[in-house]
């Protein structure tokens, strides 16, 4: 079997399990990160801080998840994945546990510099993971149950800490993330497969190397920030837009609007991933993007609007934009050897992750509010954002353009010549 498409072989009743417990570690991990935006007032007021203060509270988890992420590109093969994403998941489930019990502002930095090293590293071993043991044929609908977790957990996000800040104060937000991670914990412990994925003989500087100068693998991380920068420069400004300019109230509507995202994100989500199995990856990515476009140039000059007419846009969009991830996640994953995955894809974790936070501070230049509070400059911003969505997919095509397997469904998979993909 070539070495671009080794996996474990897992029984069908297992490998859903696995996938499942995947998915509930990566939910999690977004989850810590998004339920922070509506936390802002609190904090602030609790810790006395000011909003650019609370802005490197936010900023702080996304870096030291990408700079701990590509730190883990470095070392991450030499350990077993089971034993690597549970030591990693543990330190994440505490460091946010850390974040409900800070006592200052200091405190809570340092918390969240601690969630998000831990927190990124654990996501890049479950997407490793996935590559691991879902066979190629398989691995669009593998990828698209756990990739899944970013959308819903955006739109689950908000709503979320609004509720629980509104209940039972700010702290109550995290409590509940570090038991649900605790459960998830154990749960992963006794329902991951113990793979033998540990490469022998590792040498950190030459695998990092290789991993950061071959071909296939530099267009693979292209796509990868594409991703990551379209993001971040929509996503921050979707509920506050929803409130200033279509008029939504903050405490029923918007919730709602976002439940309806979510709901709509999961039927779809599956759906999608199925069909990255079935057709070409490329041409899935190309439609699935060119319907983000559309709905995005739409949502970002909304106006004052019904909450059913936006909770239906919000769908549209969340459909729209999180149906890019499967195909384009897939070929990511199908463009590297097994035997760097954990390095890779946690440098892709990385890369996304700082584009992510990139892509909020540009979109941060260009939105203002005018004296009545409606926000200003998003049409800008959907422009800027269909450039990054083009050039998701053409950087999508010179990827398969060298590596056509990476795009094949399963009908006609096309396995990747060993020298394409393991040669430094």
Not at 130 to 135: E, K, M, R, S, T
Not at 147 to 163: I, Q, Y
Not at 177 to 187: M, P
Request: aromatic share 8%; hydrophobic share 55%.
């Amino acid at each position: 079997m070539p070495a671009s498409v080794q996996h474990h072989e897992l029984p069908r009743g297992r490998e859903r399990a696995t996938l499942l417990v995947l998915a509930a570690v990566q939910f999690t991990h977004i989850l810590d990160f998004m339920i922070m935006m509506p936390l802002g007032e609190q904090l602030m007021r609790a810790f006395s801080i000011t909003p650019a203060q609370f802005t490197h509270v936010v900023a702080c988890y996304g870096i030291a998840a990408a700079v701990s992420g590509f730190a883990g590109g470095f070392v991450l093969d030499r350990f077993d994945r089971k034993r690597a994403l549970l030591v990693l998941y543990s330190g994440f489930g505490l460091a946010t546990l850390s974040c409900g019990l800070a006592a200052n502002y200091q405190m809570l930095v340092l918390a969240r510099l601690a969630a998000g090293a831990f927190g990124g590293l654990a996501s890049s071993m479950v997407t490793a993971m996935v590559g691991d043991f879902i066979p190629p044929s398989r691995r669009g609908r593998a990828m698209g149950l756990v990739t899944a977790a970013f959308p819903v957990a955006s739109v689950l996000g908000v709503p979320a800490g609004l509720m629980l800040a509104g209940h039972f104060g700010w702290h109550a937000a995290f409590f509940l993330l570090a038991g649900c991670s605790a459960l998830t914990l154990l749960i992963a412990s006794l329902a991951l497969p113990h793979l033998r994925t540990a490469v022998h003989g590792h040498q950190p500087w030459k695998q990092m190397k290789e991993i950061m100068s071959h071909r296939v693998h530099l267009r693979a991380f292209a796509v990868g920030t594409m991703l990551g920068m379209a993001g971040g420069i929509l996503i921050p400004f979707l509920a506050p837009s929803f409130v200033a300019n279509l008029g939504l109230n903050e405490r029923v509507e918007l919730p709602i609007a976002y439940a309806v995202g979510g709901m709509a994100t999961a039927i779809s989500t599956p759906i999608i991933g199925w069909l990255s199995d079935h057709m070409d990856r490329l041409r899935l990515l190309a439609y699935m993007s060119t319907s983000a476009i559309v709905v995005t140039l739409v949502i970002m000059r909304l106006g004052h609007s019904t909450v059913v007419f936006a909770s239906l846009m919000m769908a549209l969009f969340m459909v729209a934009t999180s149906g890019r991830y499967a195909p384009a996640m897939t070929m990511i994953t199908n463009a590297v050897d097994a035997r760097y995955r954990g390095g890779f894809m946690s440098v892709i974790s990385a890369l996304q992750l700082a584009c992510n936070a990139a892509g909020t501070i540009i979109a941060g230049f260009f939105v203002t509010q005018d004296a009545a509070g409606h926000l200003l400059g998003l049409p800008l911003v959907s422009y800027i954002a269909t450039g990054f969505f083009i050039l998701t997919v053409l950087f999508a095509i010179e990827l398969r353009a060298i590596a056509p397997h990476v795009a094949s469904h399963a009908k006609k998979d096309v396995p990747a010549p060993p020298s394409e993909i393991a040669a430094a």
